[in-house]
């Protein structure tokens, strides 16, 4: 069975700092995605990765992924309030089940002045 | 382009009655749609996976008779909740997979609705 994990689950972080939310996967995965959901709305796509080694990067967002480790990373570049929300990672399913997507708990972000 | 839509957003209900949602790929043909329910502060959870014109899938512990889905259509899917309760309010989310050409090659992605909040008084 397919697991995803994230953390921190919840990231506390000044205006200007960096940080990195962590996503690990349990099972071997063609693609993962990351998500953001702002309070009671559904979810905006943010980055597809497709690939070992695949960097992508939106404004101050810089997602990456290495499949040997099943490990993604989405990275904060001098944080800003506009990116408070809750932010999730989602992997592939695979065989018999593949284009169902497994989500990781969510990390809450907010950033404060 | 990939635009996904659900009806209502918003539904309110009596304890025992049943609620229809509608999810619908506007500008493309999805081959699937998935269903996921989110209860406050925690992750999406997948419920079915749907294909047009098959029955559909549904997860461990999730109740085919209490969730009906149809895909009737290749841009249209329904889950009707039946005999809802206030334990299923929540936030129902659809997503639809299609093949959408991008720079000239097909691929097979996920778009998601907006959702649809349930509250079941």
């Known amino acids: 069975e397919l697991k995803v994990e994230q953390n921190p689950l919840f990231l506390s972080m000044q205006e200007g700092k960096n940080y990195t939310i962590y996503c690990n996967y349990s099972?071997?995965?063609?693609?993962l995605y990351w998500y953001r959901q702002d309070p009671g709305k559904s979810l905006e796509s943010l980055f597809v990765?497709?690939?070992?080694?695949a960097v992508k990067q939106e404004g101050r967002l810089m997602a990456s992924l290495d499949t040997k480790a099943r490990l993604s990373t989405l990275h904060i570049t001098a944080a800003v309030h506009d990116l408070s929300a809750t932010y999730f990672c989602?992997?592939?399913?695979?065989?018999?089940?593949?284009?169902?997507?497994?989500f990781g708990q969510g990390t809450i972000l907010t950033v404060h002045p | 382009g990939a635009v996904v839509s659900q009806h209502p957003s918003r539904v309110i209900c009596k304890s025992g009655t049943s609620v229809k949602i509608e999810c619908r790929s506007l500008?493309?043909?999805?081959?699937?749609m998935f269903w996921y329910r989110q209860f406050p502060k925690q992750s999406l959870m997948l419920m079915a996976t749907?294909?047009?014109?098959?029955?559909?899938?549904?997860e461990q512990g999730v109740e085919k008779d209490k969730f009906l889905i149809n895909h009737a259509s290749l841009t249209l899917s329904t889950l009707t909740v039946t005999s809802a309760h206030p334990e299923d309010s929540s936030f129902y989310i659809c997503?639809?997979?299609?093949?959408?050409?991008?720079?000239?090659?097909?691929?097979?992605?996920?778009?998601f609705g907006p959702g649809t909040r349930l509250t079941v008084l």
């Open positions: 500008d493309f043909q999805a081959t699937t």
């Open positions: 990765l497709l690939s070992n080694g």
């Open positions: 749907s294909n047009e014109g098959s029955k559909a899938t549904y």
């Open positions: 099972t071997t995965s063609d693609r």
């Open positions: 997503s639809a997979r299609g093949l959408l050409p991008l720079a000239g090659v097909s691929y097979n992605e996920q778009f």
């Open positions: 989602a992997v592939n399913a695979g065989g018999t089940s593949y284009g169902k997507l497994t």
